[in-house]
């Protein structure tokens, strides 16, 4: 099994961007997903998460502007981001974790700049 995170890209700050990250391959049980970023310097910090009851989890830096959702027929999860700041620049990371196992997605930058 595979993650594809996609949908980074350069933004101005203020502006949007929605992440994706599709699973490929059998997947089952899927517990939570999540994203996670790691800025140039730092330590990796999770962003937000969702579990398979629908709860959710939002970093205190991000609540208010960033949504998480999932689509479980399509084993992907998305990551709406409004009102982007320069600190939100970082590479974002999706996992995946279930019983039996624990994916990691290959990241995708977003850059926030203008």
């Known amino acids: 099994v595979q993650l594809q995170a996609s949908g980074g890209g350069l933004v101005q700050p203020g502006g949007s961007l929605r992440l994706s990250c599709a699973a490929s391959g059998s997947i089952f049980n899927i517990y939570a997903m999540g994203w996670y970023r790691q800025a140039p310097g730092k330590q990796r910090e999770s962003v937000a998460g969702i579990f398979s009851g629908g709860t959710t989890n939002i970093a205190d830096s991000v609540k208010g502007r960033f949504t998480i959702s999932r689509d479980n027929a399509k084993n992907t999860v998305y990551l709406q981001m409004n009102s982007l700041k320069p600190e939100d620049t970082a590479v974002y990371y999706c996992?995946?974790?279930?019983?039996?196992?624990?994916?990691w997605g290959q990241g995708t930058l977003v850059t926030v700049s203008s």
């Open positions: 996992r995946f974790r279930g019983p039996t196992y624990d994916y």
